[in-house]
Protein backbone atom coordinates (compact mmCIF):
# COMPACT_ATOMS: atom_id res chain seq x y z
CA UNK A 1 0.00 0.00 0.00
CA UNK A 2 1.04 3.02 -0.95
CA UNK A 3 0.53 6.13 1.37
CA UNK A 4 -0.33 9.73 -0.18
CA UNK A 5 0.00 12.62 1.13
CA UNK A 6 -2.43 15.43 0.49
CA UNK A 7 -1.14 17.04 -2.28
CA UNK A 8 -0.29 13.47 -3.87
CA UNK A 9 -3.99 12.96 -3.65
CA UNK A 10 -5.60 15.29 -5.27
CA UNK A 11 -2.83 14.49 -8.10
CA UNK A 12 -4.56 11.73 -8.28
CA UNK A 13 -7.54 13.12 -7.57
CA UNK A 14 -7.89 14.90 -10.67
CA UNK A 15 -7.66 18.42 -9.14
CA UNK A 16 -4.46 19.10 -11.14
CA UNK A 17 -5.77 17.98 -14.45
CA UNK A 18 -5.97 14.22 -16.28
CA UNK A 19 -2.34 14.11 -17.12
CA UNK A 20 -1.31 14.19 -13.93
CA UNK A 21 -3.97 11.94 -12.79
CA UNK A 22 -2.94 8.96 -15.06
CA UNK A 23 0.68 9.76 -14.10
CA UNK A 24 0.27 9.48 -10.56
CA UNK A 25 -2.14 6.17 -11.26
CA UNK A 26 0.85 4.67 -12.76
CA UNK A 27 3.20 5.49 -10.48
CA UNK A 28 0.96 4.59 -7.52
CA UNK A 29 0.61 0.80 -9.55
CA UNK A 30 4.37 0.91 -10.00
CA UNK A 31 4.61 1.88 -6.50
CA UNK A 32 2.40 -1.31 -5.62
CA UNK A 33 3.98 -3.52 -7.88
CA UNK A 34 7.10 -2.43 -6.56
CA UNK A 35 6.06 -2.65 -2.93
CA UNK A 36 6.81 0.81 -2.32
CA UNK A 37 5.45 2.56 1.33
CA UNK A 38 5.60 6.28 0.19
CA UNK A 39 6.46 8.88 -2.80
CA UNK A 40 9.51 10.98 -2.95
CA UNK A 41 10.16 13.93 -4.69
CA UNK A 42 11.90 13.84 -7.96
CA UNK A 43 14.15 16.54 -8.67
CA UNK A 44 14.84 16.07 -12.57
CA UNK A 45 14.79 13.41 -14.97
CA UNK A 46 15.82 12.00 -18.20
CA UNK A 47 13.66 10.45 -21.17
CA UNK A 48 14.30 8.04 -24.29
CA UNK A 49 13.69 9.80 -27.64
CA UNK A 50 15.39 6.75 -29.52
CA UNK A 51 14.27 3.78 -31.78
CA UNK A 52 11.00 3.98 -33.83
CA UNK A 53 9.85 7.33 -33.83
CA UNK A 54 6.09 6.75 -34.45
CA UNK A 55 6.22 4.56 -31.32
CA UNK A 56 7.98 7.04 -29.34
CA UNK A 57 5.47 9.59 -30.51
CA UNK A 58 2.44 7.50 -29.41
CA UNK A 59 3.30 6.74 -26.07
CA UNK A 60 5.02 9.96 -25.11
CA UNK A 61 1.78 11.72 -26.20
CA UNK A 62 -0.36 9.31 -24.73
CA UNK A 63 0.73 9.88 -21.39
CA UNK A 64 1.44 13.89 -21.67
CA UNK A 65 -1.33 14.69 -23.92
CA UNK A 66 -1.38 18.88 -23.28
CA UNK A 67 0.74 18.53 -19.79
CA UNK A 68 4.30 20.22 -19.60
CA UNK A 69 7.18 18.55 -17.04
CA UNK A 70 7.61 20.09 -13.79
CA UNK A 71 11.12 19.48 -13.62
CA UNK A 72 14.16 19.61 -15.62
CA UNK A 73 13.57 16.72 -17.94
CA UNK A 74 16.32 16.33 -20.30
CA UNK A 75 15.95 14.37 -23.76
CA UNK A 76 18.14 11.16 -25.11
CA UNK A 77 20.33 10.69 -28.52
CA UNK A 78 17.35 10.61 -31.68
CA UNK A 79 18.11 8.99 -35.09
CA UNK A 80 18.57 11.70 -37.51
CA UNK A 81 18.97 14.95 -36.46
CA UNK A 82 18.74 16.84 -40.10
CA UNK A 83 17.45 15.02 -43.40
CA UNK A 84 20.90 16.62 -45.18
CA UNK A 85 23.22 15.45 -42.91
CA UNK A 86 21.31 11.76 -42.60
CA UNK A 87 21.48 11.84 -46.94
CA UNK A 88 25.43 12.93 -46.62
CA UNK A 89 25.97 9.60 -43.94
CA UNK A 90 24.63 7.17 -46.67
CA UNK A 91 21.14 6.10 -44.97
CA UNK A 92 19.08 5.61 -47.05
CA UNK A 93 16.06 7.45 -48.33
CA UNK A 94 13.19 5.13 -47.55
CA UNK A 95 14.60 4.96 -43.90
CA UNK A 96 15.00 8.86 -43.65
CA UNK A 97 11.24 9.40 -45.41
CA UNK A 98 10.14 7.12 -42.40
CA UNK A 99 11.61 8.22 -39.37
CA UNK A 100 11.60 11.75 -39.91
CA UNK A 101 8.21 13.05 -39.94
CA UNK A 102 7.93 10.98 -36.91
CA UNK A 103 10.99 12.93 -35.15
CA UNK A 104 9.51 15.89 -35.80
CA UNK A 105 6.52 15.55 -34.13
CA UNK A 106 8.07 14.34 -31.28
CA UNK A 107 10.71 17.05 -30.83
CA UNK A 108 7.63 19.49 -30.95
CA UNK A 109 5.69 17.50 -28.41
CA UNK A 110 9.20 17.93 -26.36
CA UNK A 111 9.10 21.54 -26.77
CA UNK A 112 5.56 22.06 -26.19
CA UNK A 113 6.34 20.00 -22.77
CA UNK A 114 8.61 21.94 -21.88
CA UNK A 115 11.43 19.84 -22.09
CA UNK A 116 14.90 20.35 -22.39
CA UNK A 117 15.85 19.30 -25.76
CA UNK A 118 19.33 17.89 -25.05
CA UNK A 119 19.39 15.27 -27.39
CA UNK A 120 21.91 13.29 -25.46
CA UNK A 121 22.84 10.06 -23.62
CA UNK A 122 25.19 12.00 -21.18
CA UNK A 123 22.90 14.54 -19.85
CA UNK A 124 24.70 14.54 -16.81
CA UNK A 125 26.77 17.46 -17.34
CA UNK A 126 23.36 19.50 -18.20
CA UNK A 127 22.30 18.69 -14.98
CA UNK A 128 22.80 20.20 -11.34
CA UNK A 129 22.83 17.11 -9.42
CA UNK A 130 23.44 16.60 -5.57
CA UNK A 131 24.54 13.46 -3.81
CA UNK A 132 21.10 11.97 -2.09
CA UNK A 133 18.47 13.74 -3.92
CA UNK A 134 15.88 11.52 -5.95
CA UNK A 135 15.74 11.40 -9.98
CA UNK A 136 13.60 9.88 -12.55
CA UNK A 137 16.01 8.68 -15.27
CA UNK A 138 15.86 6.09 -18.22
CA UNK A 139 18.63 4.69 -20.12
CA UNK A 140 21.07 1.91 -19.40
CA UNK A 141 24.49 4.60 -18.94
CA UNK A 142 22.84 6.78 -17.59
CA UNK A 143 21.10 5.11 -14.69
CA UNK A 144 24.58 3.51 -13.27
CA UNK A 145 26.65 6.31 -13.50
CA UNK A 146 24.20 8.76 -11.99
CA UNK A 147 23.62 6.40 -9.00
CA UNK A 148 27.49 5.20 -8.67
CA UNK A 149 29.52 8.53 -9.77
CA UNK A 150 26.82 10.90 -8.74
CA UNK A 151 25.14 9.85 -5.73
CA UNK A 152 21.51 10.55 -6.89
CA UNK A 153 18.87 7.93 -6.44
CA UNK A 154 17.40 6.78 -9.71
CA UNK A 155 15.89 3.35 -10.39
CA UNK A 156 16.65 1.95 -14.63
CA UNK A 157 12.76 3.68 -15.25
CA UNK A 158 10.71 3.00 -18.13
CA UNK A 159 9.10 5.95 -20.65
CA UNK A 160 6.13 6.40 -19.22
CA UNK A 161 6.83 6.00 -15.67
CA UNK A 162 9.62 8.25 -16.39
CA UNK A 163 7.19 10.75 -17.80
CA UNK A 164 4.56 10.48 -15.13
CA UNK A 165 7.26 11.39 -12.82
CA UNK A 166 8.52 14.78 -14.73
CA UNK A 167 5.08 16.25 -14.88
CA UNK A 168 4.17 15.14 -11.34
CA UNK A 169 7.17 15.34 -9.60
CA UNK A 170 7.30 12.25 -8.02
CA UNK A 171 8.33 8.62 -8.02
CA UNK A 172 7.17 5.18 -5.54
CA UNK A 173 9.67 5.03 -2.91
CA UNK A 174 11.67 1.63 -4.47
CA UNK A 175 14.82 -0.24 -5.12
CA UNK A 176 18.07 1.99 -5.68
CA UNK A 177 16.15 4.56 -3.50
CA UNK A 178 16.84 2.74 -0.30
CA UNK A 179 20.10 3.26 1.44
CA UNK A 180 19.55 -0.82 2.41
CA UNK A 181 18.88 -1.18 -1.33
CA UNK A 182 22.28 0.42 -2.30
CA UNK A 183 24.55 -1.35 -0.41
CA UNK A 184 27.46 -3.75 -2.42
CA UNK A 185 26.82 -7.70 -2.51
CA UNK A 186 29.82 -8.90 -4.34
CA UNK A 187 33.40 -7.62 -4.41
CA UNK A 188 35.65 -7.69 -7.35
CA UNK A 189 39.06 -7.71 -7.03
CA UNK A 190 41.27 -5.81 -10.41
CA UNK A 191 44.02 -8.31 -10.23
CA UNK A 192 47.46 -6.57 -9.49
CA UNK A 193 48.90 -8.03 -12.85
CA UNK A 194 46.98 -5.17 -14.74
CA UNK A 195 49.55 -2.32 -14.76
CA UNK A 196 48.17 1.36 -16.04
CA UNK A 197 48.67 0.94 -19.84
CA UNK A 198 46.29 -1.80 -19.54
CA UNK A 199 43.42 -0.05 -17.89
CA UNK A 200 41.71 1.97 -21.00
CA UNK A 201 38.24 2.73 -21.89
CA UNK A 202 38.16 -1.01 -23.68
CA UNK A 203 39.53 -2.46 -19.87
CA UNK A 204 36.38 -0.45 -18.25
CA UNK A 205 34.03 -1.65 -20.27
CA UNK A 206 35.23 -5.32 -20.47
CA UNK A 207 35.27 -5.32 -16.35
CA UNK A 208 31.76 -3.92 -16.08
CA UNK A 209 30.55 -6.80 -18.24
CA UNK A 210 31.71 -9.47 -16.36
CA UNK A 211 30.74 -8.10 -13.65
CA UNK A 212 27.57 -8.08 -14.92
CA UNK A 213 27.66 -12.20 -15.68
CA UNK A 214 28.84 -12.93 -12.14
CA UNK A 215 26.88 -10.68 -10.45
CA UNK A 216 23.64 -10.65 -12.17
CA UNK A 217 20.98 -8.50 -10.02
CA UNK A 218 24.18 -8.17 -7.49
CA UNK A 219 25.22 -4.82 -6.76
CA UNK A 220 29.43 -4.92 -7.29
CA UNK A 221 32.31 -3.43 -5.61
CA UNK A 222 35.22 -2.68 -7.71
CA UNK A 223 38.43 -2.66 -5.40
CA UNK A 224 42.08 -1.98 -7.00
CA UNK A 225 41.06 0.32 -10.20
CA UNK A 226 43.31 3.79 -10.48
CA UNK A 227 42.19 6.40 -7.72
CA UNK A 228 41.78 8.78 -10.57
CA UNK A 229 39.80 7.27 -12.60
CA UNK A 230 36.98 9.78 -15.01
CA UNK A 231 33.85 9.93 -14.82
CA UNK A 232 33.69 8.60 -18.15
CA UNK A 233 35.79 5.87 -17.59
CA UNK A 234 32.95 5.11 -14.71
CA UNK A 235 30.63 5.41 -18.09
CA UNK A 236 31.91 2.90 -19.50
CA UNK A 237 32.54 0.47 -16.23
CA UNK A 238 28.98 1.08 -15.52
CA UNK A 239 26.97 -0.03 -18.25
CA UNK A 240 28.47 -3.81 -18.36
CA UNK A 241 26.02 -4.52 -15.24
CA UNK A 242 22.85 -3.69 -17.02
CA UNK A 243 23.55 -5.00 -20.20
CA UNK A 244 25.03 -8.17 -19.13
CA UNK A 245 22.78 -8.28 -15.52
CA UNK A 246 20.08 -6.39 -14.54
CA UNK A 247 22.17 -3.71 -11.97
CA UNK A 248 21.82 0.07 -11.85
CA UNK A 249 24.35 0.54 -9.42
CA UNK A 250 27.92 0.10 -8.61
CA UNK A 251 30.65 0.78 -6.31
CA UNK A 252 34.60 1.55 -6.71
CA UNK A 253 36.14 1.52 -3.27
CA UNK A 254 38.48 4.97 -2.69
CA UNK A 255 36.42 6.46 -6.08
CA UNK A 256 32.80 6.34 -6.04
CA UNK A 257 30.76 8.88 -3.30
CA UNK A 258 29.34 5.97 -1.36
CA UNK A 259 32.28 3.62 -1.18
CA UNK A 260 35.29 5.37 1.21
CA UNK A 261 35.67 2.84 2.79
CA UNK A 262 34.33 -1.02 2.02
CA UNK A 263 32.40 -1.23 5.04
CA UNK A 264 30.66 1.51 3.72
CA UNK A 265 30.25 0.40 0.38
CA UNK A 266 28.83 -3.21 1.64
CA UNK A 267 26.90 -1.73 4.68
CA UNK A 268 28.68 -3.04 7.22
CA UNK A 269 27.83 -6.47 5.95
CA UNK A 270 30.27 -8.72 4.67
CA UNK A 271 30.33 -9.63 0.63
CA UNK A 272 27.87 -12.02 -0.53
CA UNK A 273 31.20 -13.01 -3.31
CA UNK A 274 34.42 -12.21 -3.94
CA UNK A 275 36.01 -12.70 -7.19
CA UNK A 276 39.65 -11.70 -8.84
CA UNK A 277 39.28 -10.09 -12.43
CA UNK A 278 42.88 -10.98 -14.33
CA UNK A 279 44.10 -11.63 -17.51
CA UNK A 280 42.34 -14.69 -18.05
CA UNK A 281 39.06 -13.25 -17.25
CA UNK A 282 39.54 -9.66 -19.32
CA UNK A 283 40.46 -12.52 -22.51
CA UNK A 284 37.28 -14.20 -21.73
CA UNK A 285 35.62 -11.22 -22.14
CA UNK A 286 37.21 -9.68 -25.33
CA UNK A 287 36.58 -13.33 -26.93
CA UNK A 288 33.06 -13.25 -25.77
CA UNK A 289 32.33 -9.90 -27.36
CA UNK A 290 34.55 -10.20 -30.57
CA UNK A 291 32.12 -11.99 -32.72
CA UNK A 292 33.38 -10.90 -35.77
CA UNK A 293 35.25 -13.84 -38.06
CA UNK A 294 37.00 -11.28 -39.89
CA UNK A 295 39.26 -8.50 -39.46
CA UNK A 296 37.83 -6.43 -42.30
CA UNK A 297 35.63 -3.59 -41.97
CA UNK A 298 33.02 -1.93 -43.15
CA UNK A 299 32.07 0.71 -39.99
CA UNK A 300 33.40 2.47 -36.65
CA UNK A 301 31.01 4.05 -34.39
CA UNK A 302 32.55 5.92 -31.52
CA UNK A 303 30.38 7.59 -28.78
CA UNK A 304 27.98 5.05 -27.61
CA UNK A 305 27.33 6.62 -25.11
CA UNK A 306 27.95 10.05 -26.44
CA UNK A 307 31.51 10.66 -26.83
CA UNK A 308 32.96 13.62 -24.31
CA UNK A 309 34.91 16.65 -25.40
CA UNK A 310 38.07 15.04 -24.45
CA UNK A 311 37.52 11.87 -26.56
CA UNK A 312 37.04 13.95 -29.70
CA UNK A 313 40.09 15.22 -29.28
CA UNK A 314 42.07 11.86 -28.76
CA UNK A 315 39.96 10.79 -32.43
CA UNK A 316 40.92 14.00 -33.57
CA UNK A 317 44.75 13.73 -32.24
CA UNK A 318 44.81 10.17 -33.70
CA UNK A 319 43.61 10.81 -37.04
CA UNK A 320 45.26 14.10 -38.11
CA UNK A 321 46.87 14.40 -41.01
CA UNK A 322 45.56 10.63 -42.11
CA UNK A 323 42.08 9.16 -44.45
CA UNK A 324 39.21 6.96 -42.88
CA UNK A 325 39.82 3.86 -45.58
CA UNK A 326 37.44 4.07 -48.34
CA UNK A 327 35.45 1.15 -47.46
CA UNK A 328 35.00 2.46 -44.11
CA UNK A 329 32.02 4.19 -42.64
CA UNK A 330 33.49 6.50 -39.47
CA UNK A 331 30.36 7.89 -36.98
CA UNK A 332 31.09 9.64 -34.09
CA UNK A 333 28.51 10.98 -32.08
CA UNK A 334 28.17 13.18 -29.45
CA UNK A 335 25.96 15.88 -27.56
CA UNK A 336 25.49 19.35 -28.86
CA UNK A 337 27.62 21.05 -26.69
CA UNK A 338 30.46 19.09 -26.81
CA UNK A 339 29.62 19.34 -30.77
CA UNK A 340 30.03 23.46 -30.46
CA UNK A 341 33.20 23.42 -28.44
CA UNK A 342 35.07 21.16 -30.00
CA UNK A 343 34.12 22.73 -33.15
CA UNK A 344 35.49 25.92 -31.86
CA UNK A 345 38.65 23.92 -31.10
CA UNK A 346 38.98 22.85 -34.69
CA UNK A 347 38.16 19.35 -33.66
CA UNK A 348 35.78 18.62 -35.86
CA UNK A 349 37.02 19.94 -38.72
CA UNK A 350 40.30 17.33 -38.14
CA UNK A 351 38.00 14.30 -38.14
CA UNK A 352 35.51 15.57 -41.03
CA UNK A 353 38.96 16.28 -43.17
CA UNK A 354 39.74 12.68 -42.36
CA UNK A 355 37.10 11.21 -43.98
CA UNK A 356 34.37 10.82 -40.58
CA UNK A 357 31.63 12.22 -39.94
CA UNK A 358 30.81 13.76 -36.73
CA UNK A 359 27.06 14.17 -35.07
CA UNK A 360 25.69 15.77 -32.51
CA UNK A 361 21.63 14.70 -31.05
CA UNK A 362 21.63 11.15 -32.82
CA UNK A 363 22.74 7.78 -31.85
CA UNK A 364 26.20 6.55 -32.17
CA UNK A 365 24.90 3.48 -34.65
CA UNK A 366 23.67 0.87 -32.26
CA UNK A 367 19.93 1.69 -33.61
CA UNK A 368 20.86 1.99 -37.56
CA UNK A 369 22.41 -1.28 -36.63
CA UNK A 370 19.99 -3.04 -34.97
CA UNK A 371 16.90 -2.11 -37.21
CA UNK A 372 19.13 -1.34 -40.56
CA UNK A 373 21.81 -3.23 -40.97
CA UNK A 374 21.10 -5.20 -44.71
CA UNK A 375 19.88 -1.23 -46.03
CA UNK A 376 23.43 -0.08 -44.52
CA UNK A 377 25.02 -2.94 -46.09
CA UNK A 378 27.24 -3.38 -42.79
CA UNK A 379 28.96 -6.93 -42.03
CA UNK A 380 31.74 -6.02 -39.44
CA UNK A 381 31.78 -2.93 -37.20
CA UNK A 382 34.46 -1.74 -34.61
CA UNK A 383 33.59 0.04 -31.48
CA UNK A 384 34.79 0.88 -28.05
CA UNK A 385 31.51 0.96 -26.17
CA UNK A 386 29.84 -1.50 -24.34
CA UNK A 387 25.79 -0.64 -25.28
CA UNK A 388 26.53 -0.84 -28.88
CA UNK A 389 28.51 -4.20 -28.38
CA UNK A 390 25.83 -5.82 -25.99
CA UNK A 391 23.21 -5.67 -27.86
CA UNK A 392 23.83 -5.81 -31.42
CA UNK A 393 24.71 -9.55 -31.75
CA UNK A 394 21.41 -10.15 -29.66
CA UNK A 395 19.43 -7.54 -32.43
CA UNK A 396 20.51 -8.55 -35.45
CA UNK A 397 20.29 -11.61 -35.11
CA UNK A 398 24.40 -12.67 -35.95
CA UNK A 399 24.08 -10.22 -38.81
CA UNK A 400 26.78 -8.14 -37.63
CA UNK A 401 29.95 -9.08 -36.93
CA UNK A 402 32.00 -6.81 -33.91
CA UNK A 403 35.21 -5.88 -33.03
CA UNK A 404 35.54 -4.22 -29.55
CA UNK A 405 38.19 -2.53 -28.18
CA UNK A 406 39.94 0.62 -26.89
CA UNK A 407 39.23 4.04 -28.76
CA UNK A 408 43.01 3.96 -30.48
CA UNK A 409 42.23 0.31 -32.20
CA UNK A 410 38.69 1.39 -33.32
CA UNK A 411 40.35 5.12 -35.34
CA UNK A 412 43.16 2.85 -36.18
CA UNK A 413 40.72 0.44 -38.21
CA UNK A 414 39.34 2.83 -39.46
CA UNK A 415 42.03 4.37 -41.14
CA UNK A 416 43.52 1.04 -42.21
CA UNK A 417 40.34 -0.85 -42.62
CA UNK A 418 41.30 -3.50 -40.33
CA UNK A 419 41.18 -4.54 -37.02
CA UNK A 420 44.74 -5.23 -35.34
CA UNK A 421 44.60 -7.07 -31.84
CA UNK A 422 46.49 -5.59 -29.36
CA UNK B 1 -4.15 -32.52 -12.05
CA UNK B 2 -4.48 -28.92 -11.06
CA UNK B 3 -3.12 -26.25 -8.10
CA UNK B 4 -3.17 -22.50 -6.99
CA UNK B 5 -0.32 -20.53 -6.56
CA UNK B 6 -0.63 -17.62 -4.52
CA UNK B 7 0.97 -14.43 -6.04
CA UNK B 8 2.01 -10.99 -5.84
CA UNK B 9 0.59 -8.42 -9.01
CA UNK B 10 2.75 -6.08 -10.62
CA UNK B 11 -0.20 -5.19 -13.73
CA UNK B 12 -3.54 -6.19 -13.09
CA UNK B 13 -6.17 -8.08 -15.25
CA UNK B 14 -7.24 -11.73 -15.78
CA UNK B 15 -6.03 -13.69 -18.60
CA UNK B 16 -5.57 -17.31 -19.33
CA UNK B 17 -3.61 -19.24 -21.94
CA UNK B 18 -0.86 -21.65 -22.44
CA UNK B 19 2.27 -21.35 -20.70
CA UNK B 20 5.65 -21.44 -22.69
CA UNK B 21 8.31 -21.72 -20.13
CA UNK B 22 11.43 -19.67 -20.31
CA UNK B 23 14.11 -21.20 -17.68
CA UNK B 24 16.58 -18.52 -18.22
CA UNK B 25 15.58 -14.83 -17.58
CA UNK B 26 13.40 -13.52 -20.93
CA UNK B 27 13.68 -9.99 -22.76
CA UNK B 28 11.12 -9.12 -25.53
CA UNK B 29 14.24 -8.22 -27.40
CA UNK B 30 14.83 -11.78 -28.56
CA UNK B 31 11.39 -11.40 -29.98
CA UNK B 32 10.49 -10.30 -33.50
CA UNK B 33 8.74 -7.88 -33.28
CA UNK B 34 7.20 -8.59 -36.71
CA UNK B 35 5.89 -12.72 -36.28
CA UNK B 36 5.94 -12.81 -32.34
CA UNK B 37 8.30 -15.88 -32.68
CA UNK B 38 11.73 -16.08 -30.51
CA UNK B 39 14.56 -15.94 -33.46
CA UNK B 40 18.21 -15.13 -31.49
CA UNK B 41 20.32 -17.87 -32.04
CA UNK B 42 21.30 -19.96 -29.49
CA UNK B 43 18.43 -18.81 -27.20
CA UNK B 44 16.61 -21.65 -25.41
CA UNK B 45 13.08 -20.67 -26.96
CA UNK B 46 14.05 -20.12 -30.54
CA UNK B 47 11.64 -20.86 -33.02
CA UNK B 48 8.59 -20.28 -30.46
CA UNK B 49 6.25 -17.97 -30.83
CA UNK B 50 5.11 -16.13 -27.45
CA UNK B 51 1.75 -15.02 -29.12
CA UNK B 52 -1.24 -15.62 -27.17
CA UNK B 53 1.06 -17.90 -24.59
CA UNK B 54 1.02 -17.28 -20.58
CA UNK B 55 4.93 -16.45 -20.22
CA UNK B 56 6.72 -17.83 -17.58
CA UNK B 57 10.15 -17.20 -16.70
CA UNK B 58 12.69 -16.65 -13.30
CA UNK B 59 12.45 -12.59 -14.00
CA UNK B 60 12.32 -10.00 -17.10
CA UNK B 61 15.41 -8.31 -17.64
CA UNK B 62 16.16 -6.58 -21.34
CA UNK B 63 16.85 -3.12 -22.57
CA UNK B 64 15.38 0.63 -22.05
CA UNK B 65 13.14 0.15 -24.82
CA UNK B 66 12.02 -2.86 -23.74
CA UNK B 67 8.95 -1.01 -22.65
CA UNK B 68 8.29 0.11 -26.87
CA UNK B 69 9.27 -3.61 -27.93
CA UNK B 70 5.86 -4.51 -25.93
CA UNK B 71 3.84 -2.03 -26.81
CA UNK B 72 5.03 -2.86 -30.77
CA UNK B 73 3.78 -6.40 -30.42
CA UNK B 74 0.60 -4.87 -29.00
CA UNK B 75 0.17 -2.78 -31.49
CA UNK B 76 0.64 -6.27 -34.33
CA UNK B 77 -1.38 -8.68 -31.95
CA UNK B 78 1.60 -10.35 -31.16
CA UNK B 79 2.01 -10.27 -27.33
CA UNK B 80 1.29 -13.03 -24.76
CA UNK B 81 -1.73 -12.55 -22.64
CA UNK B 82 0.02 -12.21 -19.69
CA UNK B 83 3.66 -12.75 -17.68
CA UNK B 84 4.53 -14.67 -14.92
CA UNK B 85 8.02 -13.92 -13.06
CA UNK B 86 9.80 -15.90 -9.78
CA UNK B 87 10.82 -12.51 -8.48
CA UNK B 88 10.44 -9.11 -9.78
CA UNK B 89 13.58 -7.29 -10.80
CA UNK B 90 13.00 -5.27 -14.20
CA UNK B 91 11.35 -2.06 -13.61
CA UNK B 92 11.17 -1.47 -16.80
CA UNK B 93 9.07 -4.78 -18.14
CA UNK B 94 6.37 -3.80 -15.21
CA UNK B 95 5.66 -0.38 -16.92
CA UNK B 96 5.78 -2.40 -20.23
CA UNK B 97 3.04 -5.08 -19.18
CA UNK B 98 0.78 -1.94 -17.75
CA UNK B 99 1.51 0.01 -20.80
CA UNK B 100 0.75 -3.15 -22.98
CA UNK B 101 -1.98 -3.75 -20.71
CA UNK B 102 -1.42 -6.89 -19.76
CA UNK B 103 -1.68 -9.20 -16.59
CA UNK B 104 2.30 -9.76 -15.22
CA UNK B 105 2.34 -11.62 -11.53
CA UNK B 106 5.60 -12.07 -9.77
CA UNK B 107 6.73 -14.01 -6.21
CA UNK B 108 7.24 -17.47 -6.53
CA UNK B 109 10.43 -19.14 -5.54
CA UNK B 110 11.63 -21.44 -8.11
CA UNK B 111 10.48 -24.65 -6.83
CA UNK B 112 6.84 -23.48 -7.52
CA UNK B 113 8.02 -21.53 -10.63
CA UNK B 114 9.09 -25.11 -11.90
CA UNK B 115 5.72 -26.50 -11.30
CA UNK B 116 4.33 -24.89 -14.05
CA UNK B 117 5.03 -26.62 -17.81
CA UNK B 118 5.06 -25.98 -21.25
CA UNK B 119 1.49 -26.24 -22.86
CA UNK B 120 -0.12 -26.20 -18.73
CA UNK B 121 -3.53 -24.35 -19.19
CA UNK B 122 -2.89 -21.24 -16.52
CA UNK B 123 -5.22 -18.95 -15.77
CA UNK B 124 -4.00 -15.48 -14.48
CA UNK B 125 -6.03 -13.60 -11.97
CA UNK B 126 -3.84 -10.78 -11.32
CA UNK B 127 -7.03 -8.81 -9.60
CA UNK B 128 -6.61 -11.63 -6.79
CA UNK B 129 -2.89 -12.37 -6.89
CA UNK B 130 -4.00 -15.85 -7.92
CA UNK B 131 -1.95 -18.02 -10.61
CA UNK B 132 -4.59 -21.67 -11.30
CA UNK B 133 -2.64 -24.19 -13.37
CA UNK B 134 -4.29 -26.88 -14.60
CA UNK B 135 -2.53 -29.93 -16.64
CA UNK B 136 -4.58 -32.65 -18.94
Known sequence: MVHLNNQEERMLNGERGSAVQKAMELLVRMGEANDAQRMVDVTNAHILSVEIADIFFEVTYGMLANAKVKIPTTTNAITINSVERARQMGIPKDIIDAQWPGICRLKELHNRASMIPAYTCHPHSLKDLKMGEYVAFTEFNVVPLANAWFGVRTNLHGQTDTLASAITGKAPECGLHLTENRWGKVLIEVDKEFGIEDIDSAFYGALGYWAGQVCVDRIPVFVGLPKNMTCRAAEYLGVGPLVRGSVGMFHVLGVTPEAPTLEAAFGSRRPEEKFVFGKKELKMVYDELNTATKPEIDMVCLGCPHCSLQELIAIAQLIDGKKVSKNVRLWIATGEINYMLAERMGVITCIEKAGGFVNSNICAGTFFLLRFTDSLGVKVVANNGLTLCGLVPRGTRDKVGVHFGSLEQCVNAAITGRWEEK | ?136
Do not use: W
Open chain 2, 1 to 136: MKFQLKVSVASKGVAEGEALVCKKPFTFRDVNPTTGIVDTPGHELIGSKVTEKIMICPYSNGVSTEEFTMYALKKAGLLPKAIINGRNTFYISIAGAILAGIPMVYGLAPACLSLIQNGDCVKVDADQGIVEVSRV
